[in-house]
């Protein structure tokens, strides 16, 4: 079974800039993840959807970070405009359902100058 | 608050030794524990996981200790060694809502040969 496939894997952008990451889940999960994981720090969630509806957004900068998940398999996470406290490793999961183990990606390393 | 306190912040193990690693929770509304296994430049994967009926979990090396009463939950890694070298991180959420994972902030284990 293929895993959570992510790109880019890194990503070197200047403060203000646009970024948009890319998540493909696992075929058939119906639940897929988005968080932010700042060095040294555990995973934040940033938002869940559950097929292509949005189950929890609570802790997204809504003024900065988007998400979309259109046809409730592979997703996409935009940050514009970036700003320094942005660096971290952007994870994505997927699950069957919400309620059944995650599986997480690689992540995408983001640096921001 | 929804937060969980993750110790310590590193550890170094002999090989054959006992790795511990502590976890505390506020919200007693949690039920689900898991404990999940990072290692560089991947994302995290699932090790083991506790609900509150039990008070102890062991698949293989790898036991988790839970006291309900003291909201408190720890990894026990028996034997450890060298491939055990990754950072740890705890979790918890409340399962039966579906809820959000809130991680602990991690433990970076280094099991020396």
């Known amino acids: 079974e293929a895993g959570v496939a992510q790109s880019p894997r890194y990503k070197i952008i200047e403060k203000r800039q646009s970024v948009a990451f890319w998540c493909n889940p696992i075929s058939g999960h119906a639940t897929l993840y988005w968080y932010q994981q700042i060095l040294g720090q555990g995973p934040k969630l940033l938002i869940q959807f559950q097929n292509n509806g949005v189950v929890d957004d609570s802790q997204l900068p809504k003024d900065r970070f988007s998400a979309e998940r259109l046809k409730g398999v592979d997703s996409t996470l935009k940050i514009q405009p970036a700003k320094l406290e942005d660096s971290a490793v952007y994870l994505c999961a997927s699950s069957w359902t919400g309620f059944n183990e995650q599986f997480f990606g690689p992540g995408t390393r983001l640096t921001v100058l | 608050q929804q937060q969980v306190k993750q110790s310590p912040q590193s550890l170094i193990v002999q090989k054959g030794g006992i790795s511990i690693i502590n976890c505390a929770y506020e919200n007693t509304a949690f039920d689900y524990f898991p404990w999940y296994q990072q290692f560089p430049g991947k994302g995290p994967a699932l090790l083991i996981a506790?609900?509150?009926?039990?008070s102890e979990k062991k698949e293989g090396r790898f036991t988790i200790s839970f006291n309900k009463s003291a909201k408190q939950f720890s990894l026990h890694i028996m034997d450890s060694q060298p491939g055990d070298s990754a950072t740890y991180f705890c979790a918890a959420s409340i399962e039966t809502s579906g809820s959000r994972l809130t991680f602990g902030e991690g433990t970076q284990l280094t099991v020396n040969p």
């Open positions: 506790i609900r509150p009926d039990v």
